[in-house]
């Protein structure tokens, strides 16, 4: 039998009295506890302030002395005297400096002393922080900034007892004040000192004995993806140098022998030079196309009679070329010229304008040489042949009071004895190449020249005739474009020539076309559509002055003279068929 449920007693109800002193006691109960909670939170913040100032009173007293700088927007101007780095020397003993620059390294020996080691490009020198005058609480900061953080700071020169091992091995800041620019992170891509090539990691074998060293390398992939922070190595900010030394040269020389600079379009309406290798753009519903060369516009600038021209600009070249020379994107340093009577009035110019360069990179530049050499060694570039090679070889001279016929077995010739740049026609170097080739590889005369054998030619004229530069005179007419002057001595060559820098080519150039029925006949025969180069042609319709030229890879001269292996190491941000960023 079931057992009935219990009934509940009957709720009494609250009246309103009663409702609303309820209502008030909770309203209490939570004021007071949120009261609680507010001043629990105000006794942990004065703790964390008592404490604070405990452990830092410095950050108080001496503001003036250390800690962040505001951010610089511009507010002063000229309010404080800077030295650079690389000025300082022991003779400033006892004068006060200020200088901006990279922390490179820092070394917290004691709670009381640190050395931090500061750069500014090629320059770095060592920074004393003492408790005195600054308190440790300045010591423990400046040794934790990240390194390449940017800081100011304000001390005297003192000169050490011994040198130190920065560049200003003389001098020692000790410093007074030191305020953060902009600070860096604490862990980088790499290391500067490992960019730099001055880091190595040891090999130990089971016993844990040090069997061998081995230097630390940062990836060229690495580098380039990071490459404003692989730029700031000495090697990297000497090629950047050179780079604008050379441009410099080549626009002196050519402006001082009266040409005048010109700047072309890099949008135009069909590929100058022929070919799959061009980057197709839309324009307006159109087709156009990046230069792959001012050679065109360079040309009709000649007969808007301007006499001769000369042109620094970008060049394009969609070639799907993965190797250590090539790039999508390069500076090409461009010559055009009337000439006379034979294209060997480029060719002079040419030698004149390369010993110009090279002579003034040797004469101006040996200390940003010296530091590419101490990261990657090379040896000296060599561009003039020796007068006792030319007396062993019998080099012919072409011009001048001792003009006379090569009695060199490959027909080396020289313009003169100042220049004395070597000169073979490409047959000669086919034949001296052939010294060394395999029956099965052995070349034709006029045979084009692949980069493996390029190579070989150089190695050989190397020893041969001592010099890394040299010109190969009358190309085959086979290689060359439509615009190439035919050669009146055989139909397989023309009036064309490559410049060499250690084996590698880095300049061709040509007596061009400069009659349009010529020019349409050459075209044809080499099937060139020609229906876009009607301007082109029509530039030579209204009178064409005889004339040639040449075009000049800028990275490559850089590279190729200082020895280096990859052309990417001598562009600042290589473009290739890889790579379009940063």
Known sequence: MSTPEATPAPTKELTPEEKAAKEAA?????????????????AKAERAAANAAKNAPAAIK???????????????????????????TGDMDGQEVTVRARIQASRKNSAKLCFVVLRKQYSNIQCVIREDPLPRDCIRWACGLPLESIVDVTGKVVKPKDPTSCTQSTAEIFISRIHLVSIGV??????????????????????????????????????????????????????????????????????NQKFIEIHTPKIIPAAS??????????????????????????????????????????VFRAENANTHRHLCEFVGLDVEMEIKEHYYEVLDV??????????????????FIERVNAQWPHTKFEHKLTAEKIEELGIGIIEGDEKRASKDVYGGLIKDRATSCLRLEYPNGVALLNTILPDDEKMDPADDLNTTN????????????????????????????????????????????????????????????????LLE???????????????????????????????VGMERVVMLFLGLHNIRSCSMFPRDPRRNTP
């Not at 040309?299 to 808007?304: I, P, R, V």
Request: aromatic share 12%.
């Open 26 to 42: 909770k309203e209490k109960k939570k004021a007071e506890k949120a009261a609680a909670k507010e001043a629990k939170a105000k």
């Open 62 to 88: 001496f503001t003036d002395d250390f800690g962040d700088k505001a951010l610089i927007q511009s507010c002063t101007h000229k309010e404080q005297t800077w030295t650079s780095i690389s000025d300082i």
């Open 186 to 255: 604490p862990v980088m891509p790499f290391q500067y000192q490992d960019a730099c090539g001055q880091s190595t990691i040891e090999e130990k074998d089971e016993k844990g004995n040090v069997v061998a060293t081995k230097e630390v390398v940062v990836q060229q992939d690495t580098r380039l993806e990071t490459r404003w922070l692989d730029m700031r190595t000495p090697a990297n900010i000497s090629i950047w140098t050179l780079q604008a030394r050379v441009c410099q040269f080549f626009r002196e020389y050519l402006t």
């Open 273 to 314: 030079e022929g070919g799959a290798s061009v980057f197709k753009l839309g324009y307006f519903g159109k087709d156009a196309f990046l230069a792959q060369s001012p050679q065109l516009y360079k040309q009709m600038a000649l007969m808007g009679d301007l006499e001769r021209v000369f042109e620094i600009g970008p």
């Open 350 to 367: 040419a030698e004149a304008l390369f010993t110009y360069i090279f002579d003034n990179l040797h004469s101006q530049c040996s200390e």
């Open 454 to 517: 390029e190579k070989k030619l150089g190695a050989l004229i190397k020893e041969r005739y001592g010099v890394d530069f040299f010109i190969l005179d009358q190309f085959p007419a086979s290689v060359r474009p439509f615009y190439t002057m035919p050669s009146k001595k055989s139909d397989l060559f023309s009036n064309s020539y490559d410049m060499f820098m250690r084996g590698e080519e880095i300049s061709s150039g040509a007596q061009r076309i400069h009659d349009a029925a």
């Open 521 to 551: 006949k050459r075209g044809k025969d080499l099937d060139v559509d020609m229906s876009h180069l009607k301007d082109y042609i029509d530039s030579f319709r209204l009178g064409g002055w005889p004339h040639g030229g040449f075009g």
